[in-house]
């Protein structure tokens, strides 16, 4: 839990600032590489945050 907010604060805070870059560029290919980078951010701190519960939740037994 404590991962929680400050990684959706970190992704959020990446996602604007990498957004903003790929927007104000307006190239296609960084459009698109910027896209596939913000993906791979986000699943990485999805598959954290389910390892980081179960290794908790493991614990606990």
């Known amino acids: 839990m404590n991962?929680?907010?400050p990684g959706i604060i970190g992704?959020?805070?990446?996602i604007l600032f990498v957004g903003g870059l790929a927007i104000s560029i307006g190239s296609?290919?960084?459009f698109v590489i910027t896209a596939i980078?913000?993906?791979m951010a986000i699943v990485d701190?999805?598959?954290?945050l389910v390892q980081n519960r179960r290794q908790q939740s493991s614990d606990q037994v």
Do not use: R, Y
């Open 11 to 14: 992704v959020g805070m990446l």
């Open 28 to 30: 296609v290919p960084f």
């Open 3 to 5: 991962d929680l907010i």
């Open 37 to 39: 980078v913000l993906l």
């Open 45 to 48: 701190f999805i598959e954290t």
